[in-house]
């Protein structure tokens, strides 16, 4: 589904997007935890990039699915999103981005959606940051800040 386009409405669009999400937790790969996550992520000009979870005997070193697609998405040129999927096979709770998943979510802005399903397609909608209050953002870095002298 990489590289696809949405043109429908909003509706069949979030239909759409956790169905993706879904369809990404199949390429997981995660011998070590079993815990499947896939991603599927909008990008503003409608195209979708999915991600899915690659652990690593090296447990430090495992990346997510919601940041595999990011990566994915940044590599192929996207810099603006509209939304993520996030899925897992958690049957009784939404799956929800960890810490640093959400602080690489943040980094594109604090106003987008963030769809968090179960694997019967039910979902939960949040912004960004509304998933990381206080959150440091980059205009973070612009603000002034008091004079150092060593």
């Known amino acids: 589904m990489t590289g696809a386009k949405f043109e429908q409405g909003t509706r069949e669009q979030v239909k759409s997007l956790v169905k993706a999400s879904h369809e990404a937790k199949n390429n997981s790969y995660s011998p070590y935890s079993k815990f499947r996550v896939g991603a599927a992520l909008l990008c503003q000009d409608g195209t979708v990039i999915k991600g899915c979870n690659v652990e690593n005997a090296s447990y430090g070193l495992t990346i997510c699915a919601e940041r ?3 990566v994915k998405a940044i590599s192929d040129g996207h810099k603006q999103f509209k939304a993520i999927a996030i899925a897992s096979d958690m049957s009784s709770s939404m799956i929800a981005p960890c810490g640093a998943c959400r602080q690489f979510l943040v980094e594109f802005g604090v106003d987008w959606d963030v769809y968090m399903t179960k694997p019967d397609h039910s979902y939960k ?26």
């Open 68 to 70: 595999t697609a990011l």
């Open 125 to 150: 909608n949040m912004k960004t940051g509304d998933l990381l209050p206080l959150c440091f953002v980059p205009d973070s870095l612009d603000e002034e800040r008091i004079s150092h002298s060593a």
